[in-house]
């Protein structure tokens, strides 16, 4: 068997363990120290705003945290993106509210901003108006953020950018995470860069960040004694993860320029075999990291699914993925309202996520290629 090829995996820069031996040096083992400093300070200059950025145990905590901040409670509602990884949409749910899920657009496969005007005035009309609109940056690519945040600031609805995905990608050169009232960031395992696993939160005021510093370390009063007047939680970056971050940041835009150069390859790969058309940026507004480079395969120009492609590709021990499940699509979420029509589902059906790690090898470029073209000649 060849080795495996996978979607996307960690690649460590070489200072991460300086950070991590410094933190034992010091037993710095908990959760808050210098690393955890240094690593929010390191963000909030690379995202290049006036933000204060809280780093959190995971992008999942990151939203809920939003979710609460925005003051999200038992029975409101809130507006997510359909098609999405599903840690958009649970912590709607930890909070008790309800999901009403959006379609997407064809350019940028992120949230239609006209199924998103539909969905507010609906649910204003049915007298709910919508707590929040969580907006994703799927793969890297921006949303229309220019469109979205007009609807939201005409109807007065904050938004929380899921920018999990989308380190390293801005929209008319503004970085995304820093669009909304909320940005969230995630440090999984498999995203552009990792602490093995982590999250933050983006704010635009040292009070909101302070805010989501206390209720992710069990939200303790000021008193020498243990004393609660909210529910807190237990979602605080730990110093020895942050120590990973603050390495992985000094390479970060080598990581962005890796994966770029990828979606590159499969511009080129991809330029003669007609039917298939790689998800790039739709104008030069849009500048995406490409954490994961995307096809849409035409079966009825090709001959062959995606699910074909897919298959031949695992048979070469080659990692593929179809694109996201859409929420409204997932039994969990079956009740959940739903505005839009099926440009969500399309992208899901004839979608195809390939190997986009910033690691890979020529060597593995040209396995990948091979079997592409074995595939599409057939
Ligand atoms: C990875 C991801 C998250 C969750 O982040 P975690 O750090 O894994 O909790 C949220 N939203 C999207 C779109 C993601 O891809």
Same mark, same amino acid.
């Given at each position: 068997m060849n080795t495996k090829i996978w979607l996307s995996s960690p690649h460590m820069g070489g200072n991460e363990q300086k950070y991590v031996n410094e933190a034992f040096d010091a037993n710095w083992?908990? !959760?808050?120290g210098p690393n955890v400093d240094g690593f929010e300070k390191d963000l909030e200059s690379f995202l290049n705003t006036d933000v204060k950025v809280a780093a959190l145990s995971a992008g999942t905590a990151a939203l809920h945290l939003a979710l609460i901040e925005c003051g999200v409670v038992y029975g409101d509602e809130v507006i997510c993106q359909s098609m999405t990884f599903s840690a958009s949409a649970n912590p709607i749910a930890y909070c008790g509210a309800t999901p009403v899920f959006v379609d997407s657009e064809k350019?940028?496969?992120?949230?239609c901003p006209v199924a998103l005007e539909e969905a507010v005035k609906d649910r204003i009309a049915k007298g709910k108006e919508p707590k929040a609109i969580i907006v994703v940056h799927l793969y890297g690519m921006p949303a229309k953020m220019n469109e979205i945040t007009a609807i939201a600031e005409k109807y007065k609805i904050p938004i929380i950018e899921d920018a999990a995905e989308a380190l390293g990608s801005t929209y008319k050169d503004k970085a995304c995470g820093t669009f909304g009232r909320f940005g969230v960031l995630s440090f999984n395992g498999n995203k552009i860069i990792t602490t093995s696993g982590g999250g933050a939160l983006v704010c635009h005021t040292q009070e909101d960040k302070d805010k989501a510093v206390f209720l992710s370390t069990q939200a303790r009063d000021n008193a020498p004694h243990y004393q609660h007047s909210h529910i807190g939680y237990n979602y605080r970056m730990s110093n020895i993860v942050a120590g990973i971050g603050r390495g992985q940041m000094e390479v970060l835009a080598n990581r962005v320029e890796a994966r770029r150069s990828m979606n590159k390859f499969y511009q080129d790969l991809f330029a003669d075999i007609e039917g298939v058309t790689v998800f790039v940026e !739709?104008?030069?507004?849009y500048y995406s990291n490409h954490w994961l480079s995307a096809i849409i395969v035409d079966a009825t120009i090709t001959g062959k699914t995606r699910e074909d492609l897919r298959l031949a590709l695992l048979e070469d021990n080659i990692e593929s993925r179809p694109l996201w499940k859409p929420m409204h699509m997932q039994p969990v979420f079956a009740d959940a309202p739903y505005y839009g029509s099926d440009i969500a589902e399309k992208l899901f059906d004839n979608g195809l996520c390939l190997p986009s790690g910033s690691n890979l090898t020529n060597e593995e470029r040209e396995r990948i290629a091979k079997k592409i073209k074995q595939v599409f000649s057939k």
């Amino acid at each position: 068997m060849n080795t495996k090829i996978w979607l996307s995996s960690p690649h460590m820069g070489g200072n991460e363990q300086k950070y991590v031996n410094e933190a034992f040096d010091a037993n710095w083992v908990a !959760p808050l120290g210098p690393n955890v400093d240094g690593f929010e300070k390191d963000l909030e200059s690379f995202l290049n705003t006036d933000v204060k950025v809280a780093a959190l145990s995971a992008g999942t905590a990151a939203l809920h945290l939003a979710l609460i901040e925005c003051g999200v409670v038992y029975g409101d509602e809130v507006i997510c993106q359909s098609m999405t990884f599903s840690a958009s949409a649970n912590p709607i749910a930890y909070c008790g509210a309800t999901p009403v899920f959006v379609d997407s657009e064809k350019d940028t496969w992120n949230m239609c901003p006209v199924a998103l005007e539909e969905a507010v005035k609906d649910r204003i009309a049915k007298g709910k108006e919508p707590k929040a609109i969580i907006v994703v940056h799927l793969y890297g690519m921006p949303a229309k953020m220019n469109e979205i945040t007009a609807i939201a600031e005409k109807y007065k609805i904050p938004i929380i950018e899921d920018a999990a995905e989308a380190l390293g990608s801005t929209y008319k050169d503004k970085a995304c995470g820093t669009f909304g009232r909320f940005g969230v960031l995630s440090f999984n395992g498999n995203k552009i860069i990792t602490t093995s696993g982590g999250g933050a939160l983006v704010c635009h005021t040292q009070e909101d960040k302070d805010k989501a510093v206390f209720l992710s370390t069990q939200a303790r009063d000021n008193a020498p004694h243990y004393q609660h007047s909210h529910i807190g939680y237990n979602y605080r970056m730990s110093n020895i993860v942050a120590g990973i971050g603050r390495g992985q940041m000094e390479v970060l835009a080598n990581r962005v320029e890796a994966r770029r150069s990828m979606n590159k390859f499969y511009q080129d790969l991809f330029a003669d075999i007609e039917g298939v058309t790689v998800f790039v940026e !739709p104008s030069t507004d849009y500048y995406s990291n490409h954490w994961l480079s995307a096809i849409i395969v035409d079966a009825t120009i090709t001959g062959k699914t995606r699910e074909d492609l897919r298959l031949a590709l695992l048979e070469d021990n080659i990692e593929s993925r179809p694109l996201w499940k859409p929420m409204h699509m997932q039994p969990v979420f079956a009740d959940a309202p739903y505005y839009g029509s099926d440009i969500a589902e399309k992208l899901f059906d004839n979608g195809l996520c390939l190997p986009s790690g910033s690691n890979l090898t020529n060597e593995e470029r040209e396995r990948i290629a091979k079997k592409i073209k074995q595939v599409f000649s057939k």
